[in-house]
């Protein structure tokens, strides 16, 4: 953020306009528009704020710009308000001076605001503390409750003044506030009644009525609408921006703050009622019998609604308005009014009451705020009264006369304390001061107030003069008491300049203010000046029972008669205006000078001949030249050289002496003339603005030169800084470096002389080696002699000892070799002699031999070849024999291994051999079978003759054993019967199938052989169902293939041949025909059976033959072999191809 020091800092135009320059009317305005285009609304000349209206909100009344302006000197920020409240209340609070903050400008030029905001800057920045912040909250809540009340919207503003305020804030020692005193000059009450067009009443009416509640209202007896009520002006009721409701709420807050009890504020608003009521009492004409004119009540009903607010008897008050009673010394005469008095009456109390009630208001608030004990206080008085105003129509009446007239006042005691002020200041300083020409307007005050023929006091004499009195008989007084003064101007005058002005009509005459001149309407001006309420009405009021009314009109009481005929306004306000004089004049002035920048209440425009118009009447310029004619600067010693002490070499950097002193020096130091500046007392005084400028620029210049030299200064310092840096490293990096570089100068040596040392050493060990190693050598080579020495003594020694072993081992060589040449000669020899003789063995074996075999030659030819086949033979036996012993295969019948053949012609010995030995272990084999064994075997045998290559299934039937007994009878308790029934005993039980004779199908039956019999029985039962003796049986028919058929052919004409053959089929049908073949075999008696093996027999069923025929076929069904009779004499097997 960019930070002020001064207020010749960063200005926008020029910041105080004593520094004008040049100075004209046109540069001064141009400074104000472009400051205020800028948004500076505030403008300094000298001490005096110049404050434009800005129409809208800016962001410089925020916390924060009061801590900036918070004990800092005037002109060291940007002209604020603030600034002005600060100094004020600083020199209050240090300096013990009463301050008074007087606040001017037009209707609508933001003095209120301006008072609000020096009160809440005070506030501000005043003490702290509980009971220091209820006073302030108290002080600040004071102006809604007065601006409800005593403002109301105009057409210049709508919040416009209609009263003067001025109050005194008291403070104690230490700044802190204490309390207040509110002074209230001349309400505008004919508001009550009438408002001029565009205007609105006060706005406590439109705040009552928009924002009490609906029980509120109903108490009060009144109606939300405002356009029931005469009093309110309808057209501008509704002010935009401005929220009736709310204030309402913000003032009956304000109120509770301010101290007031409930009643009271229910009191005040039924008061408000009360004026808005009367308003609605309208009259109507009434005659009466003696002919005088007399008025009526139109409708009783506001009148009857007042009386209950107030508590008043009706009629009482009804009679008021109706007579009117004029007291003299002893008698009491009362005369009827007519509708217009009437009216008037009604007028006179609405009037009378809302403006005792408004001050009643400001004596009430001024009970809360007042300050306890009776110590004096410091005093800061802000004056906000209501603002120059004319209507531009000529309707300015006598409420705008007295307005006009207190800031006439006012103009005239700013001219004064400034000029007084200026002076003052002067002489205090020492300085000799010039009179400057200005415009004194108290000539004009003098004009309305003097006391023998001033307007006032000629309105006063005629409304004191008995006879008829007019505002006619006031203007003619006026004419011919005034024609002569230069700033009153009438047609009727005797002066004939105003004779021709059209503009100024007979019944009014002009005044020429300080702010220009006013046309003023003569009409209203007794009435008002005397301010008559008729005694029936006051004392009707004072009759009511209601607290408040009865204090507001004292004079009703009857016990306090007075005759007197009370001041007139125009009177008392004169009063209480020199009064307000007087106690300003005693204080120390601080002005606030609102402008208004346009007439349209609007932001942003800026009418030049608006301001300039104001600037003109405020004096403004007189006031620049005033101040500037002296000096147009000035200021303490000390800030002074704190400025431009670095303008002059000897007040830079410090001076050490006082400050005028240096100040003096500093001035003398610079081309600048005697005469452009004073020394005062505290204060260098300086004449020309030009001058300061030359001063600030000069200081500009001089800020730079100091900035550059600062720069220059901090520069060759940052250098120096560097460059000593830089030499500092520079010594430490060739410290460094020469020492690296002896360091490696040293160590190079240190390796040189390592090196040459070692090389001397070395040399020197070297020799020392060889030295030592020659005497090494010397002692070895002595030592190597004395070894070769000893060797070769030893060796001779040794030689000479080997030779003596060698001659002594030659000797034992030579005599062993010789012994064993000795041996070798002697074993050749026994070998030879051996060999030799095994020689003369072996011819003598073979002379013998030869011998013999001549001698037996002939033996020999005759029987040698077959004793030589004889006995080659019987060795070849013998040996065929014995080897035939070692290789004989093993004693199972079944192993088919024999040894090879190893001559030709013993194959018949060696095949029967083998049979032989087959037999033999055949034979040992069946000798060890049990009985049963070799029965089975036996039979297995039979079986083997019968069926063996014969019939298909027999293979299958080779590795079955021959059970027998499958049905196991005997233990069976099944066929425990048919067991005991079996006379011998059962060599076979099996289960077989009997072919139906008629249709081929089979049926189970048991089937029993024993020697003697074959028996077939029922498979479930046991039952017997044909026994067949076994001598009945002729012959077995089977086929050749693999099936199970056997027909069993019985005898004809036996017993058992009745049905015919039995034909069956069985598993074990190689067993049942061999058993059955068996018993045949066995019997001795009995015939041998036929076994018939072929694929078709003949088989006799009863009395038919019929053929079985078995034939290949394809297994049906699952079945292996099925069999069909196919007809009488064909009965077909179809029996399933092996293949
Ligand atoms: N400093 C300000 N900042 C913003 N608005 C402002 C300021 N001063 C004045 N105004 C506006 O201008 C309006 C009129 O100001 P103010 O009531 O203070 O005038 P006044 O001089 O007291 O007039 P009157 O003599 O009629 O009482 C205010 O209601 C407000 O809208
Ligand atoms: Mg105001």
New binding site residues.
């Given amino acids: 953020m960019e930070v002020k020091t001064s207020l010749l800092d960063n200005m926008i135009g020029v910041g105080d306009m004593v520094l004008l320059e040049p100075l004209s009317e046109d540069s001064f305005l141009e400074n104000l528009k472009n400051r205020f285009e800028h948004n500076e609304?505030y403008t300094y000349i000298g001490s005096v704020v110049i404050?434009m209206?800005?129409?809208?909100?800016?962001p410089i009344?925020t916390p924060e710009k009061v801590e900036e302006y918070r004990n800092r000197n005037f002109y060291e920020l940007s002209p604020h308000?603030y600034a002005l409240a600060d100094e004020a209340y600083r020199s209050l609070r240090d300096q013990d001076k009463d301050q008074c903050i007087l606040?001017t400008?037009?209707?609508?030029?933001?003095?209120?605001?301006?008072?609000?905001?020096v009160m809440s800057y005070v506030a501000a920045v005043c003490g702290k503390g509980q009971e220091v912040n209820k006073v302030k909250e108290q002080l600040l809540q004071s102006n809604p409750v007065l601006e409800a009340f005593g403002?109301a919207k105009?057409v210049?503003?709508?919040?416009?003044?209609?009263f003067g305020k001025y109050m005194d804030i008291e403070f104690d020692f230490k700044g802190d506030p204490l309390g207040g005193v509110i002074s209230n000059y001349l309400l505008e009450k004919s508001r009550v009644v009438k408002q001029p067009r565009g205007e609105r009443n006060f706005h406590v009416f439109y705040q009552l009525l928009s924002g009490a509640s609906d029980e509120s209202l109903k108490k009060l007896k009144l109606h939300r609408d405002f356009s029931k009520y005469n009093y309110l002006s309808l057209d501008s009721a509704a002010v935009n921006?401005l929220d009736d409701a709310a204030n309402f709420r913000t003032v009956r807050n304000a109120m509770q703050i301010v101290g007031f009890m409930e009643d009271e504020v229910q009191s005040v608003m039924e008061l408000v009622a009360a004026v808005l009521k009367l308003g609605n009492i309208e009259f109507k004409p009434d005659s009466r019998s003696n002919g005088s004119d007399e008025s009526r009540i139109k409708d009783k009903n506001d009148l009857k609604e007042m009386c209950e607010l107030l508590g008043i008897e009706q009629s009482v008050l009804e009679r008021a308005f109706s007579y009117r009673t004029v007291e003299a010394k002893l008698e009491k005469v009362s005369t009827t009014l007519n509708v217009a008095q009437a009216y008037y009456a009604r007028d006179a109390l609405a009037k009378n009451l809302y403006s005792r009630l408004f001050s009643w208001l400001v004596t009430r608030i001024n009970e809360s705020i007042k300050a306890q004990g009776k110590t004096r206080h410091k005093v800061m008085g802000v004056l906000?009264?209501?603002?120059?105003?004319i209507f531009e129509d000529g309707d300015n009446s006598f409420e705008q006369f007295i307005i006009n007239y207190c800031n006439e006042k006012l103009q005239q005691i700013f001219i004064e304390l400034t000029l007084r002020e200026e002076q003052e200041e002067y002489i205090r300083e020492g300085i000799e001061w010039t009179n400057i020409e200005y415009f004194n307007n108290a000539v004009i005050c003098d004009l309305i107030e003097n006391n023998q023929n001033g307007i006032l006091a000629m309105l006063d004499e005629e409304c004191l003069r008995p006879g008829t009195v007019t505002d006619e008989t006031f203007l003619d007084k006026l004419n011919t008491i005034c024609a002569e003064h230069l700033h009153f101007e009438s047609r009727l005058s005797k002066n004939s300049k105003f004779l021709t002005d059209h503009s100024l009509p007979h019944s009014c005459f002009r005044i020429q203010h300080y702010a220009g001149k006013v046309l003023y309407r003569a009409e209203g001006f007794v009435d008002k000046n005397n301010d008559l309420l008729y005694r029936d009405l006051s004392q009707a009021m004072y009759k009511a029972n209601h607290k408040l009314i009865k204090q507001l009109f004292p004079e009703g009481n009857p016990a306090k008669v007075n005759l007197k005929r009370p001041l007139t306004a125009g009177f008392q306000f004169k009063a209480s205006v020199g009064t307000l004089m007087r106690n300003l004049q005693t204080k120390n002035p601080n002005y606030i000078r609102?402008i208004?920048p346009n007439d349209k209440?609007a932001?942003h425009i800026f009418t030049d001949s608006l301001v300039r118009h104001q600037l003109r009447y405020l004096g403004l310029m007189e006031n620049v030249r005033v101040r500037r004619a002296g000096y147009a600067f000035r200021q303490p010693y000390e800030p002074c050289l704190e400025r431009y002490k670095m303008l002059c070499k000897r007040t830079w950097p410090h001076w050490l002496g006082p400050a005028r002193e240096g100040v003096e020096v500093l001035m003398s130091d610079l081309p600048v003339p005697a005469e452009e500046f004073s020394f005062g007392r505290s204060k260098i005084f300086i004449r020309n603005p030009r001058t300061l400028f030359f001063l600030e620029e000069r200081r500009r210049q001089c800020l730079q030169d100091l900035a550059t030299l600062i720069q220059k200064i901090y520069r060759g310092w940052k250098c120096r800084g560097h460059f000593l840096l830089l030499k500092k490293s520079q010594i430490v990096v060739s410290a460094w470096y020469r020492r690296y570089a002896q360091q490696k100068k040293y160590q190079k040596i240190k390796s040189a002389t390592t090196v040459v040392q070692s090389y001397t050493r070395g040399w020197q060990a070297r020799k020392l080696l060889r030295e030592l190693k020659y005497q090494k050598r010397c002692v070895e080579a002595v030592t190597t002699i004395s070894a070769f020495w000893h060797g070769t003594q030893a060796r001779m020694e040794l030689r000479r000892l080997k030779q003596e072993v060698r001659n002594k081992h030659a000797v034992t060589v030579i005599w062993a070799y010789w012994q064993g040449t000795k041996a070798r000669r002697e074993l050749r020899r026994l070998k030879e002699e051996a060999r030799r003789k095994h020689a003369v063995a072996v011819i003598w074996a073979y002379w013998q031999g030869l011998k013999i075999r001549r001698e037996y030659r002939k033996f020999f030819r005759a029987n040698a070849g077959k004793k030589i086949y004889d006995f080659t033979i019987q060795r070849i036996m013998q040996k065929y024999f014995l080897g035939l012993k070692s290789t004989l295969p093993s004693m199972s019948p079944i192993d088919k291994n024999w040894p090879a053949r190893p001559y030709l012609f013993l194959g018949g010995v060696h095949s029967e051999l083998r049979r032989i030995f087959h037999l033999w272990r055949c034979k040992k084999y069946r000798s060890q079978f049990t009985e049963e064994k070799k029965a089975v075997y036996e039979e297995k045998l039979e079986a083997s003759e019968l069926f063996k290559d014969k019939k298909a299934l027999y293979p299958s039937s080779v590795s079955q054993p021959f059970k027998g007994d499958y049905l196991e009878i005997n233990k069976n308790p099944k066929y425990q019967k048919l067991s005991i029934a079996m006379e011998d005993k059962v060599l076979l039980a099996d289960v077989v199938n009997k072919i139906n004779r008629a249709n081929g199908k089979g049926t189970a039956r048991l089937f029993l052989l024993t020697k003697n019999s074959v028996v077939l029985a029922d498979q479930k039962t046991g039952q017997v169902k044909a026994s067949v003796p076994l001598p009945d049986l002729t012959s077995v028919s089977v086929s050749t293939q693999s099936d199970g058929f056997f027909a069993l052919k019985l005898k004809e004409g036996s017993a058992s041949a009745v049905k015919g053959d039995f034909l069956l089929s069985s598993e074990h049908l190689i067993e049942i025909i061999t058993k059955i073949h068996r018993m045949g075999t066995t019997a001795a008696d009995r015939e041998q059976l036929d076994i018939d093996i072929s694929d078709e027999f003949l088989v006799q069923f009863k009395h038919d033959k019929v053929c079985v025929k078995f034939i290949q076929g394809v297994p049906k069904n699952g079945n292996s072999v099925s069999c069909k009779r196919k007809n009488n004499r064909l009965l077909e097997v179809s029996v399933p191809s092996t293949a």
Avoid: Q
């Fill in positions: 609304i404050s209206n800005p129409y809208r909100s800016l009344f308000i606040i400008g037009e209707s609508g030029a933001g003095k209120t605001e301006a008072s609000k905001l403002n105009t210049r503003n709508d919040n416009s003044s209609r921006g906000d009264i209501y603002g120059f105003e609102c208004k209440k932001s």
